[in-house]
């Protein structure tokens, strides 16, 4: 079982940036595979970044390539992601996902255990 706590969220202005932090329970934190994904008003959860067990990998998709960055601190059992450049359109709950081993990482159902979520909003 993992228990995991998103923090980090707010309101900020177009352009600027946010730092969402996901603190997880349990000893096996680094046996785990750690993603965001978003849901906005109205649309599915949307995958946003992923990271494997190490920090080695992670993955993205083109919509944040380049403005968000995810990172992860195993002794703290702790995952990051760091946003910037910041558009209204990234307005969405954040929810933190993990998984020993996901299939696709891009894809919700593969994560057995989630946050709570933690709210973005960007005003224009």
């Known amino acids: 079982q993992v228990q995991l706590v998103e923090s980090g969220g707010g309101l900020v202005q177009a352009g600027g940036s946010l730092r969402l932090s996901c603190a997880a329970s349990g000893r096996t934190f680094s046996k785990y595979v750690m993603a965001w994904f978003r849901q906005a008003p109205g649309k599915d959860r949307e995958f946003t970044a992923a990271i494997g067990w190490t920090g080695g990998i992670t993955n993205y998709p083109d919509f944040v390539k380049g403005r968000f960055t995810i990172s992860r601190d195993n002794a703290k059992n702790t995952v990051y992601l760091q946003m910037n450049s910041l558009k209204p359109e990234d307005t969405a709950v954040y929810y933190c996902?993990?998984?020993?081993?996901?299939?696709?990482?891009?894809?919700?159902?593969?994560?057995?255990?989630w946050g709570q979520g933690t709210q973005v909003t960007v005003s224009s």
């Open positions: 996902a993990a998984d020993p081993t996901p299939s696709r990482w891009s894809v919700p159902n593969e994560y057995d255990y």
